[in-house]
């Protein structure tokens, strides 16, 4: 035993080591050795299973040619505070100055960063900050519009062996459709994007089937008397139309929710039920969403809690934020919340085309290859003509209560 090194330790030894590192010990951990580094790949999986909660802040800056970039994690669950320095390598890292970040989901951020080209052409890549990692998409995106502003998410880790990551983006430019797309989840080969119109205050949601290639589109008008308050006091003070908002959360791999509410009153949540094609609303919180934490995307970038009504007392069910806290993931904002992706909407948008990136098996040599997919008005009417018609035919048009 004593001409044994470290490196000969048992994989189930060095794991059960590896789980009670913290983050800061973690990393390094994985430098060690070849074995060790298996050890360190199985303690992702572990990792993004538990209920350990991060925050990730960065920034990257170019100060008169020279670029300067810090990277901290926050374990909000030990309420350690972790340095980790320089983000990435010198030759990568300018990357990073002033690239803004689209999703992120397994554990990568996906960012994507202006070319200083005239056709308004962005570069997309992905950051794994628990590897300090970058997979690189060599070419860039044109937007037809050259100030685009758009949302994006993608399917699985760019490193995936499957070859089967994907990054979708929803660009909106100005034209006669007087719409913009707010959010994004994706699961099961299906898009899902809310889409909302200021001057009518209506928001729809649609699915792109990605491998028919076709939009299913629901006026998210059939949730509201599922929604509405049904207090005295509320209904004379909402007398005219209220205002509803409704946010997408996906958890990878598991499922798609719908989280709606009436300016402030109780949140609801429908889980998308993939056999009966159907919203369902989530009958209690407390079974649904245990050992779990959500955050609110507020001004000042960090999670809070959710405010009654003071003049009506009316108080959400519990104190339900906008999207799921799970470890390996982040929350896009200049502060990084390591939760599943938030769409980041542009109030002078005022509409969208949806663009398919495509990823090769090799992401170190790869290259987008686009498909555009316009959603016309006729389209969303008819979304919009199916609730009027009694929503039989919509995209999840009957809405039950499990």
Avoid at 219 to 232: A, Q
Avoid at 330 to 358: K, Y
Wanted: charged residues 25%; aromatic residues 12%; hydrophobic residues 35%.
């Amino acid at each position: 035993m004593a001409n044994n090194s470290w490196s000969d330790l048992s994989l189930p030894i060095l794991n059960l080591i590896a789980e009670r590192l913290s983050y800061h010990d973690y990393v390094r951990f994985g430098a060690v050795c070849k074995t060790w580094q298996r050890a360190f790949l199985d303690g992702v999986q572990f990792r993004r299973e538990n209920n350990s909660t991060w925050l990730m802040e960065y920034g990257c800056f170019d100060i008169r040619g020279e670029i300067f970039s810090i990277l901290e994690l926050s374990d909000l669950g030990t309420n350690q505070n972790y340095c980790l320095g320089h983000l990435v390598t010198q030759q990568v890292k300018e990357l990073f100055v002033d690239a803004k970040p689209c999703a992120s989901r397994f554990g990568w951020l996906l960012l994507s960063r202006k070319l200083e080209v005239e056709d308004g052409s962005r570069l997309f890549f992905f950051y794994n900050p628990f590897q300090n990692k970058v997979v690189e998409l060599s070419s860039p995106l044109s937007f037809r519009n050259k100030v685009p502003q758009h949302i994006a998410t993608f399917t699985a880790s760019p490193t995936t062996s499957r070859g089967d990551c994907a990054v979708f983006v929803v660009s909106k430019r100005y034209n006669h459709v007087y719409v913009k797309a707010k959010e994004l989840a994706y699961m099961n080969g299906t898009l899902f994007c809310t889409f909302h119109s200021k001057s009518s205050n209506t928001t729809l949601l649609g699915a792109f089937n990605v491998a028919l290639g076709a939009w299913d589109m629901m006026n998210c008008s059939v949730l509201e008397n599922k929604i509405r308050c049904t207090r005295r006091k509320c209904s004379k003070l909402h007398q005219v139309m209220p205002r509803n908002y409704y946010h997408l959360i996906d958890v990878p791999c598991s499922e798609v929710y719908l989280f709606a509410r009436q300016e402030f009153h109780d949140w609801h949540a429908f889980e998308y039920i993939w056999s009966a094609n159907k919203w369902l609303e989530v009958e209690s919180f407390e079974k649904t969403f245990e050992n779990r934490a959500l955050f609110h995307h507020c001004l000042n970038k960090y999670a809070d809690y959710i405010d009654g009504d003071l003049e009506t007392n009316c108080k959400p069910a519990c104190d339900i934020l906008t999207s799921f806290a799970s470890s390996n993931c982040f929350l896009m904002t200049s502060v990084i919340q390591l939760v599943p992706e938030v769409g980041i909407m542009d109030e002078h948008a005022d509409a969208d085309d949806i663009q398919i990136l495509s990823l090769p098996s090799q992401p170190s040599v790869s290259c987008f290859v686009v498909v555009e997919e316009d959603m016309t008005r006729k389209e969303r009417e008819r979304g919009s003509g199916r609730e009027r018609d009694g929503g039989e035919d919509g995209l999840g048009a009957g809405v039950e209560k499990r």
